[in-house]
């Protein structure tokens, strides 16, 4: 696919202008968007757009462990679990978010997980997981104070977490040349597969989903 180049002046701007920069305190005070805005949103593609990529990085399997992270309340979770995956595990820090999930799924889906977490902190096992998706929240890493730290922290809470082989989704507004060099950073044995997803609104150019496997020489 064609994928139209992006100035390091927009550049900049992306990754400074989302208020969803500035931390926990955003999503999860009193005046925080989610005791706003309590309807499900979705960040970026829906399942409908990532349903093949997310085959791909479950290797096709319905009885994959898949970990969420930053889930807030999407319906990325019900869609896949609606569609056969019923090992699914979703984080996110905003306390309010995990509250309205629960509520919402406990009768009809009561095998899916809500676990009020820090992602750059998993209070998970190591080697837990077959497949971790990431929609945008590696790009609110971006945004915020120390970011390449930061990011670095979290993707190796991500490879940790992860089962040799395991899959990283993480999908992105982030061009390649924001992005692939967090994940070559210190410690991290991934290999890079970059997808160009075509943005559907008017004016859109592409999101990317990067697929990143656990333990195969990291490659761009």
């Not at 990532?50 to 019900?78: F, M, Q």
């Not at 809470?157 to 089962?163: D, P, S």
């Amino acid at each position: 696919m064609a994928v139209g180049e992006t100035s390091q002046g927009e550049k900049r701007k992306e990754e400074s202008a989302k208020n969803y920069g500035d931390g926990i305190e955003y999503w999860n005070k009193r005046s925080g968007r989610y005791r706003n805005e309590t309807a499900p949103f979705e960040w970026l593609e829906s399942f409908a757009e990532l349903e093949s990529l997310i085959k791909e990085a479950t290797s096709g399997r319905s009885d994959a462990a898949i970990l969420h992270v930053g889930c807030g309340n999407s319906l990325l979770p019900e869609a896949m679990y609606d569609h056969g995956y019923k090992d699914i595990t979703s984080i996110d820090n905003a306390e309010v978010c995990i509250q309205q999930m629960v509520a919402r799924n406990k009768d009809m889906r009561p095998e899916l997980k809500w676990l009020e977490m820090d992602a750059t902190a998993l209070g998970l096992s190591e080697s837990s997981f077959d497949t971790v998706i990431d929609k945008s929240v590696l790009d609110t890493f971006a945004c915020g104070d120390n970011a390449s730290a930061v990011i670095n922290k979290y993707l190796l809470e991500v490879q940790r977490v992860l089962r040799p082989r395991g899959t990283f989704l993480c999908v992105s507004y982030g061009v390649p040349a924001t992005r692939v060099d967090y994940f070559k950073g210190k410690g991290l044995n991934l290999a890079i597969k970059q997808v160009p997803i075509p943005v559907k609104i008017p004016g859109g150019s592409v999101h990317y989903a990067y697929l990143l496997r656990k333990g195969v020489t990291a490659r761009s």
